[in-house]
């Protein structure tokens, strides 16, 4: 039987199971440890067939260098699963250095001429999030003021999503924009 080998990349104290966690602090006992901003990472080419990086990249130098990264390091017709911050709601968290858009693809479309990387993704999902990482909501909210986001959350995500570029383009702004952008892309080799 064929496993997947999948990497979860920034992991922190939410490490996945069945993955191999990667984080630059020991402190949290990850399975490997690597500052994200150093390359190349510690693995070999074409090695894993699923990645995901949760709220990582707007922590990083350059995230468009460790897409590059991610993209060696999976196989052909690989999953990249990334969220982060959506730029509507700001910089929230004090070591962010951006926050991003449905524009972010762009970047790995050889048809792009305003900034084509030289490696590809296929885009097959974009996300808005208005209420984002319950994982962490659960640890700070009361439970009403949790359940009361959540709910308004689940309403706003649906409209949202019918069109996440109208949405992040006019009307983002009027909900008190939105946590989280995700995007789920096949790598091309």
Known sequence: MNREKKLNIGCGEFKKNDYINMDWDPRVAPDVVHDLNKFPYPFSDNEFDRIEAD????????????????????????????????????????????GFDVTFPYYFNPSFKGGYRGYEFTVKKIKLSWFAQFYLKKTVLSKFAYYMARGIGIILDGLANLSPVICARIWCFWVGGFEEISFEFMVKK
């Not at 196989?75 to 929230?92: D, K, L, W, Y």
């Open 55 to 98: 709220h990582v990249l707007e922590h990083l130098e350059d995230p468009l260098r460790a897409m590059q990264e991610l993209h060696r390091i999976s196989e052909n017709n690989a999953i990249i699963f990334i969220r982060v911050p959506h730029f509507s709601r700001g910089f929230t968290h004090p070591e962010h250095k951006r």
